[in-house]
């Protein structure tokens, strides 16, 4: 961030704000509010209050941030759990959380700088000890599922009653983003110790909502935390997920007044939105990615060529209007158009080509074309992905089948025992891309199904990504990074998922992110 | 209740426990079907070495087959068939939440068939090969040849999405809101309840012009009663226990049916509650769920076999 | 099946020349049955010439032709991915159709054995098979397929081998009890008594008298596997991608039904229609293969 004087407006209220920068990173709205303390007009705002109601995509594995496993329970821990950093909705460049502020004295070293007088629901001060224990517990609690995500992390220290600081093994600046998502979800030591592993369904943070009720596939209740750190936020009394897993009922509960609320609606969905009947829609670009994964250890794959052809074969706009209902980006690398890191250049690689892809194919010394071994889920829209993209690819001479199963299934003999040459997925994102390419295509990585050594400078690059905190040398070192593993097609990107929410008219407030998992704490009720 | 009806009675109910039995194992060896090893699919994604290890442990998939077994339905009857793979919920409470709802919309699906195929097979033995009888024949052939989930789309897409009547898909549990339970399941319980308003009007039709054609209701008719009085009297109570039959076997397959219709509308129910546990292989969850509709089957059978031994006065001897 | 069990026999063309002239005076007699078979040799004509009648390839896609209602050009309209949906209906009575053979085939290959044995063996073989079969038969039929495909793997071929493994006990059950009369007659117990095996007996004497019911049930069978076929592929567990089948047309218009309802009708009617044409067929076929129902 170059602009020190960049005012933005809340689309809240309307009040402007003023970024300003500490040690080498930012602030953000909140903490300049809530040195202001509440305006008249938020708390006006919050007077109103009422329940949100909200139509929720699934049941949570768990509440607890560490010990759960699926991307879809954010929704839920978001509002329990306040996290060490957030981030912007529309960048996801990091901004302070609980930590007000923080910095790298050296590359190996993360001084957190923690708000004073934050208290978790159950009153258990939420302290340098308290955080200490969450960041050791998430990376060395055998229940962890985390612990991979705090893997360069050595020690914690204790250096002040609000001053926690992080010794780590190696350069990694990607901390703070980390700090954003589960590993920097704060959870009560004291909770913890009485409930053990109860606490997965009895969840005690120190976020917007307090929890009240968890009835297993069907609703999760959720009331005001008065005590919250920043006093913008939260802007209704409560809110109650009903557990809705079909999109399209999820829609309609809200058509039908059942609820205020439903996120994760597909293209189809989106259509509908459009043509009325008392629903309003939010859309908004994520990093969520549906790509080919391909395993390159050997066949024909193993050719640079045949994985640029395969590249050129996709036809991404086609793909977006047929599967997505136009609701959605075409990708041309891991990170969407919007993103703080996004590369232009790198994204002209792979025009949609099926001439150029013969030739490749050819060069590559398979004339007539190949053959592949194709995996996919079973589900419709998975489905009807891979029809299109098998249709995509017999025009390029690429020809095969898919063997379909369920995500784990599949997602089991693909990684693990590398089975088939490619897999047809989806990547959720992480809130720093640097881990994203990391998972991705590091040596050993469950990710990289073949097992592949990366090309030569990838992960030199992702290292140097990682050793800086300044925004504009990171991006330089994202663009490296980028080009390395385009110009190598080392994935197949196709399409970033747009974050698609119907909401009745008097929801106010409401934006997508670009991680694509809502956050309701700004919004309020009117009318 | 003589102690002939008893007898048969006792015997019936300890008929039932060998096919019980004989259902639960034929449940269990689902699992011997599957490909590969299972616990290598129930460890799922990243899973180490020493996890698929424990999986083995903790589900006994080390132990003979009829060991399995022997466990599995000893902890069956105790009613715990396992946990969920995905969501950690016992079996048990799945289908405590589910099967009300899918009880309640194939009850209700019954009881229309029976609502309009009663007058429809009345009417149509009326006047036996007329053109009434050959529409509402022709007709009800229809009903045993359409699929069923066709059926309930093309009502979601005429009645809810067209004309706003109804709700297009969910549901409200009957303990929630009656009424509200009914207006979701209307449209269900229509497209599963075709297949029963044409076997229930096939099922009438044959029995009453049977008994139309009887000397003694000719005889009847020649005493000057009048036909409505005779079609009361002495028509509908002798078909009842064809009747009570023809619908035992319409709850069974409308039970079947709820597998797809479920699914179209959404329902939380026992159909589609199996329907997502093939697709994501969560065994335990088709093994109890299936199960569970098995022996509804079974006691349904059971009870029809019962009634019909009460009722028919002509089944007196074992 | 009837051609394949006299092909061998010397008395084959009197028999085909009476078989003949019976056919004639069936088609006459019984309209609504000579409609039913014409319309099902008309369907199965269509599914083996799917090629040659379909007016486009049933797997091109086009993107700039999604959805589009029906025109000259595409006589039912295009679907989700741009494909002509006449083409994809025309390929698709091919997988539907041989789907419901492949069904009652393995129900015949299953029943048929099973049910030859518990008939003529008797004794605790026959209860025990008995037990069995009564058991199977109380399974809700779809239920059982769907969990046993999920179980042996998803795909077409699975699901219809757990259609037909479903179905056997029907066969079974009536082969069982034809056998037990067959079993009983004279005959049967004079070759028994000169020393033919069992086996023979079995095929010799059995068989030709258990066929008429069997034939009459497979063909009521069928219609039902049809329905079945529609059911497993609608909820993705049957014909998988890129292959048309009816029920995965309709899944697909499901999951389109808010943007283009009229996707659904063509797949439902044909399914309707085909399975319609089975069930009048077999109670044709139960009228004129029984003499006791010649009355009716």
Redesign the interface.
Known sequence: MKNNDNPIVSEADGFTFRRREFLGMLTGVAAVAAMAGPSALMAKVRDNGGILRVGAAANPSSMDPATGGSGSDHIFLFPVFATLVEWEYDTLEPRPGLAESWEFPNPQTLVLNLREGVTFHDGTPLDADAVKFNLDRNRSDPRSNIRSDLASVESVEVTGDYQVTVHLKSPDTSLPLVLSDRAGMMVSPTALEKLGEDHDRNPVGAGPMKFVEWNDGDRIILERNPEFWDQERPLVDGITFRIITDSATRLRSVRSGQNDLAYHLDGRQKAMIERGGGVEGTYGPTVYCYQIYLNHASGPLSNVKVRQALNHAINREALVRASMRGAGEPAYMNLPSSHWAYDAEVAELYPHDPEKARKLLAEAGYPDGIELDMRGYNDQGSVQRQEIIMGMLADAGIRGRFTTGTISDMSAAYFARGEGDFLVSAWTGRPDPSLTYALLYAGDSYFNAGKVEPPEGLMEAIRESRSTDDLEQRKQAFSTIQRIVMENALVVPLAFREDIMASAPKVQNLRTNLLGKPKFENVYLQG | MSRNKQLMLLNRLVQAI??MI??TF??FS??Q???GDIA??I?????SEERIEQIREQYGLNQPFLVQYGNWLLNAVQGDFGESLL?G?PVL??IA?VFPNTLFIVVYGVLLSVIVGVPLGILASSRPNSRLDGTIMGVS??G????N??LG??L??VFA??WNWF????FTAPSESLSSAIWFATLPAIALCTNGVAEVTRQLRSSLVEIHGSQYVRTLHAKGLSPAVILWKHGLKNVSVNLLTVISLLF??A???T??VE??F?I?GM?NT??K?????DFPV?QGA?LA??VT??LV?LLTDLLYTVLDPRIKQV | MTSHAYAATPERVVKEDSLFRKFGQWCRHDKRGATSLVVLLLIIAIAVFAPWVAPYSPTEQDYSKILLEPSMAHWLGTDDLGRDVLSRLIHGASKSVYAAFLAVGVALLIGVPVGLLAGFLGGWVDAGISRVIDTLLSFPAIVLAVAVTGAMGIGLTNAMVSVGIVFSPHLARLIRARTLVVREELYVDAARCFGAPVSRILIRHVTPNAIQPVIVQCTLLLAVALLAEASLSFLGLGVQPPDPSWGQMLARAYMNMEIAPEQMYAPGLAIMVTALTFNTLGESLRVALDPTMKGL
Request: charged letters at 10%; proline letters at 7%; a negative charge.
């Open positions: 060998p096919i004989l259902a034929l449940v689902l699992l079907l599957v490909p290598i699919t460890a799922g994604e990243n899973a969501s919920e409470d799945t939440r052939s229809l045993v040849a359409v699929p989930f066709w789309m093309v979601v897409s999405l067209g709700p297009a898909t969910g069974n397959k039970l079947a049916a597998v797809v699914t179209v959404a939380p159909g199996i329907v546990a093939v697709l994501e292989s088709v299936v509709m098995v089957v079974i059978n």
